[in-house]
């Protein structure tokens, strides 16, 4: 009886590379992530001190600052 060629090794390759491609798409969303939380932050640091300072009034028409 011979095995089919390659087939048990071509198995372990590609659950191999599922795994690879799960870390890597798991690891594009939490940096991903992280760079809207990261943004969000700021943002809302930017839209306290443009309110504050009265400098926002300028810039109220701008969608961004309606986040």
């Known amino acids: 009886m011979q095995p089919p ?4 090794f071509f198995i372990r390759v590609s659950v191999k ?7 890597k798409f798991l690891a594009f969303y939490y940096i991903l992530y992280n760079f ?3 943004f969000a932050k ?3 640091k930017l839209r306290f001190l443009l ?6 009034d300028k810039f109220h ?7």
């Not at 590379?17 to 870390?23: D, E, L, P, S």
């Not at 309110?51 to 926002?56: I, L, S």
């Not at 028409?61 to 986040?67: A, K, M």
């Open 42 to 44: 700021v943002h809302k």
């Open 51 to 56: 309110t504050e300072t009265g400098f926002g």
């Open 36 to 38: 809207v939380t990261l």
């Open 5 to 8: 060629a390659g087939g048990l």
């Open 17 to 23: 590379f599922k795994y690879i491609a799960a870390v």
């Open 61 to 67: 028409n701008i969608s961004l600052f309606y986040f």
